[in-house]
């Protein structure tokens, strides 16, 4: 199984639905994040949360909101889907070691969501 | 802020040729820069990162990259290219005054001919 988990890995829907993707990870990690990848602009931070508690805001939060319902669980919500945030989104984790800024990302294979 | 170019958005090479991919960033405190590659239909893959030291590092697949200060660039080489070393490639930096977040560049789509 993978160490990070994402679902669904495809989804179409229509413009003004909710959607929620979600992550789950086996790894024991501390941190969770959002990104979201679009063609030519690489990756962009929606979220990010570094225990239960805490939930921070990305460059690009607006539209979006997220629960860390557990340490190994942390969902995105669109609550009313629009075209343009149709894109391929990835979830990833770092584990909080003492030299904090080495913390390597792991990746989920990602959710691409089309919004119409 | 932070910040990272990758100015090719497409590099091809012939298979057995060296590569490289090349990556700048901006950073107001100490760099913290990161290799990642993206096959497709998958998620990144951590490939090397530089945090001190030694400025030639070497990760994993035979890819090294080298932290030049100076120029504040850290590209990622290959002596010798494979096929099966096609695929997208984002570098990313941190630094000490941004805690927890990476900021990624557009990536890099590395095509290696036979």
């Known amino acids: 199984d993978a160490d990070v988990t994402q679902t669904p890995r495809n989804r179409i829907t229509k413009t003004g639905k909710r959607i929620m993707l979600e992550c789950s990870q086996t790894?024991?990690?501390?941190?969770m994040y959002w990104y979201r990848q679009d063609p030519g602009l690489g990756l962009r931070l929606i979220y990010y949360?570094?225990?239960?508690?805490?939930?921070n805001k990305g460059e690009i939060s607006d539209g979006y909101s997220v629960s860390r319902q557990a340490q190994a669980k942390f969902s995105l919500s669109l609550e009313s889907a629009i075209p343009n945030q149709t894109a391929l989104y990835f979830c990833?984790?770092?584990?909080?070691?003492?030299?904090?800024?080495?913390?390597?990302?792991?990746f989920g294979a990602g959710s691409r969501l089309t919004v119409l | 802020a932070q910040s990272v170019a990758q100015p090719e958005d497409q590099v091809n090479v012939a298979e057995g040729n060296p590569l490289t991919v090349k990556c700048t960033y901006s950073?107001?405190?100490?760099?913290?820069l990161f290799w990642y590659v993206q096959y497709p239909n998958r998620g990144l893959q951590f490939l090397l990162k530089?945090?001190?030291?030694?400025?030639l590092v070497k990760g994993s697949y035979g890819f090294e990259a080298e932290f030049n200060k100076s120029q504040t660039s850290f590209h990622l080489k290959k002596p010798s290219a494979l096929v099966s070393d096609s695929a997208l490639y984002f570098c990313?930096?941190?630094?000490?005054?941004?805690?927890?977040?990476?900021?990624f560049g557009d990536g890099t789509t590395l095509t290696v001919k036979p």
């Open positions: 990833a984790t770092s584990d909080l070691v003492s030299d904090s800024w080495a913390n390597v990302l792991t």
């Open positions: 790894k024991g990690h501390d941190r």
């Open positions: 949360s570094f225990d239960v508690k805490d939930i």
């Open positions: 950073v107001s405190g100490n760099p913290y």
């Open positions: 530089y945090i001190t030291g030694d400025n």
């Open positions: 990313a930096v941190r630094d000490n005054t941004n805690a927890g977040k990476s900021t």
